[in-house]
């Protein structure tokens, strides 16, 4: 029967015969004995305690036997665990189990995870095991205990997409777009944008930005709130019969007259007051972090306050308050909501968060190029005019806006690409530096409109006169840009002033080699004054031409 089969290029045509291999599966022992070798050097283990953890458990085997055989089964997770430390040995060093399992697990106590991929359905004996399996290191929460510097899933998966994810797929990519002679079966270039590899990066963009934001979010700290167990047991029952719960329902009676009782359950309800004042109570300066920060903090005290206002509706915050009311305790029960500050507190962070909530933050961090810069900008300051409809102050707005210069000075050093600048063909040079003073120019324009908007917002809320002033960070490498871009449009101009002394051009190549190599946007002292030294010595060398030119 004829079926669709594949070409070299991974292409199908219908109609092709079917040919089909015999794999003979490799022994789990085979198996057992890659890991026994890779596993010390992955995950640090002793070969003892591979045997008197790992391969001493009966269904390891099964496991080994189901990943070669199964089809259906693609990964299996080595897990590095500390074992837990007894009272009496706490002086003692800690000791370590691995276990081997078809799911992975997040367990305080896992120092680090293996993930074992096959790329084929089941690996053939007769082929090395390493050209059949992919495998990823995934770090535990108990990393930094082994002596390891500890970092958050986040972290970790953040720079497997930062540093290989997305430069594999990039550079894939290119060589694929660079492969003029790659044609499709019906004879046909292969198109990028009808192939979706854009749209693929930009999706491994906003996945990298994802688990960056994650990173950079302020924890919101989450709060308990203590339940008398006559008020839980009361709730159950409750719940269990499918009554309402009332003071009624209170099986004994005369707790609700007992002082010591009620002194409990009032000291719960202060206790609560305190809980939830470490939520409402909270703030932080924008200047302390990255804008995203601020922005994330504040949606995040919108969900962590809707979370508490829910809490306070429940059966037993209800129950509580209800008995203290029967009990006439009302000093404790009239003022408790006013007393945690939640209303004022919802208020508050609700008007922010008008200015908050769908900021175009991302649009500025993804962007590829200089033009996408620029247009984000646009699009950031668009939004920021609804300070008018927000409360958000207009103090921690410019602090906001300065450390979206932070983030702008960050992306244009990323898209610039630093050391590659000097070894551009000149007319590519100068359009992207052309587009970043064009990104500069776009500031400046957004953020006159922005001090407009700023004074006039402060007069009509009759706030306290604060001067409208922004530092922006990217001050200094606007300077560099503008002087870079004339220092090479000065060596250009050189060139047909000098072609008429022997050797000159040569010389004046060499020189232009000593800026070449450096990082010509480091704008930090030490980039400044290997700039400056640079320069000089491409000066020195141009002046001996000059020089030169002069005895003709």
């Not at 007894?86 to 691995?98: G, N, P």
Request: proline share 4%; net charge negative.
């Amino acid at each position: 029967m004829d079926v669709d089969t594949e070409t070299s290029q991974g292409e199908t045509i219908a109609g092709g015969p079917t040919t089909t291999s015999l794999v003979t599966p490799c022994e789990p022992n085979q198996l057992q004995d890659y890991f026994d070798k890779l596993l010390p050097l992955v995950l640090g283990a002793e070969s003892s305690d591979l045997a008197n953890s790992l391969w001493s458990v009966s269904d390891t085997t099964d496991k080994l036997k189901r990943f070669i055989n199964d089809p259906q089964v693609n990964v299996i997770f080595f897990t590095k665990r500390r074992d837990d430390k007894k009272e009496e040995d706490e002086q003692a060093t800690f000791t370590y189990s691995y276990i081997c399992t078809q799911e992975i697990t997040y367990n305080s106590n896992n120092v680090a995870s293996v993930a074992f991929i096959k790329n084929v359905p089941t690996l053939d004996g007769s082929r090395a095991i390493q050209t059949q399996i992919q495998l990823i290191n995934l770090p535990g929460p108990a990393s930094s205990d082994s002596g390891s510097t500890g970092i958050s899933p986040y972290e970790a998966l953040h720079s497997y997409i930062h540093l290989a994810v997305a430069p594999y797929f990039d550079a894939y990519a290119r060589e694929k777009g660079a492969n003029e002679g790659l044609v499709s079966i019906g004879g046909k270039k292969h198109d990028d944008s009808k192939m979706g590899i854009p749209m693929a990066k930009k999706k491994i963009t906003e996945l990298e930005l994802s688990l960056l934001h994650l990173q950079q979010n302020v924890e919101i700290p989450e709060i308990s709130l203590n339940i008398h167990p006559v008020v839980q047991k009361t709730v159950e029952e409750c719940r269990k019969k499918g009554k309402r719960v009332t003071v009624d329902m209170i099986e004994n009676q005369a707790l609700l007259t007992d002082s010591t009782f009620l002194n409990k359950l009032q000291g719960d309800v202060n206790g609560w007051i305190k809980e939830i004042k470490k939520v409402t109570k909270l703030s932080r300066d924008p200047a302390s972090g990255t804008a995203i920060q601020e922005i994330n903090f504040w949606l995040s005290m919108e969900k962590a306050l809707e979370g508490i206002d829910e809490q306070l509706k429940g059966d037993h915050i209800e129950l509580t308050l209800g008995i203290l009311r029967h009990a006439k305790r009302y000093h404790t029960t009239v003022s408790f909501i006013a007393d945690t500050g939640l209303k004022e507190s919802k208020e508050k962070v609700n008007k922010y968060n008008q200015l908050m909530k769908d900021f175009p933050l991302d649009e500025l961090l993804s962007a590829p190029d200089v033009n996408k810069i620029k247009e984000s900008l646009d699009i950031i300051f668009t939004h920021l005019k609804k300070l008018r409809l927000s409360t958000y102050p207009i103090k921690k707005a410019l602090v906001l806006v300065e450390a979206i210069s932070r983030d702008l000075n960050d992306q244009l050093l990323r898209v610039l690409g630093n050391r590659g600048l000097m070894y551009m063909e000149y007319e590519d040079f100068e359009k992207i530096m052309s587009g970043a003073e064009d990104v500069f120019k776009t500031w400046d324009e957004n953020i006159k409109e922005f001090k407009d908007i700023a004074r006039d917002v402060t007069r009509k809320r009759s706030d306290k006169f604060i001067p409208i002033k922004i530092s922006p960070a990217h001050d200094k490498l606007q300077e560099r840009v503008a002087f870079v871009r004339n220092f090479r449009k000065q060596h250009e101009q050189l060139h047909p002033t000098i072609v008429k002394v022997i050797n000159s051009m040569e010389e004046v190549k060499l020189a232009y080699e000593s800026v070449k190599d450096i990082d010509v946007l480091d704008v930090s002292i030490e980039g400044t004054e290997i700039w400056m030294q640079a320069e000089n010595a491409y000066n020195e060398c141009v002046s001996r031409v000059e020089n030169q030119r002069c005895l003709f």
